[in-house]
């Protein structure tokens, strides 16, 4: 069974920082890209980052310089490292995969978690 699961959300005061972990089981991550998703209530989810499958990355605008998405192919897992979190980073995150390379559109993604909820309040 295919399978995505993320972990390392939780409730973190403005400046803080959290690690993301998204664990696949059933398939061989080498032949994957990873996208993290982000959907606060009432928006749309969108793209956060991603990294193809030889390792290849990509940020929207928002976060970049803040976060930093990572993969350990031998442990099926990709990482999102969250620094200098804000307020309007508040979502559930989600991690998704797609053969090969990098999407932002979630529709182009074959396999979602079921999200991490990530708060960022004082």
């Known amino acids: 069974q295919l399978q995505l699961v993320e972990s390392g959300g939780g409730l973190v005061q403005p400046g803080g920082s959290l690690r993301l972990s998204c664990v696949a089981s059933?398939?061989?991550?080498?032949?994957?890209?990873i996208g993290w998703f982000r959907q606060a209530p009432g928006k749309e989810r969108e793209g956060v980052s991603c990294?193809?499958?030889?390792?290849?990355?990509n940020y929207a605008d928002n976060v970049k310089g803040r976060f930093t998405i990572s993969r350990d192919n031998g442990k099926n897992t990709v990482y999102l490292q969250m620094n200098s979190l804000k307020p309007e980073d508040t979502a559930v995150y989600y991690c998704?995969?797609?053969?090969?390379?990098?999407?932002?559109?979630?529709?182009?993604?074959?396999?979602w978690g079921q999200g991490t909820q990530v708060t960022v309040s004082s």
């Open positions: 990294i193809g499958n030889r390792g290849g990355t």
């Open positions: 998704a995969a797609r053969s090969y390379s990098c999407s932002g559109y979630p529709g182009n993604y074959d396999y």
């Open positions: 059933g398939f061989n991550l080498d032949y994957y890209a």
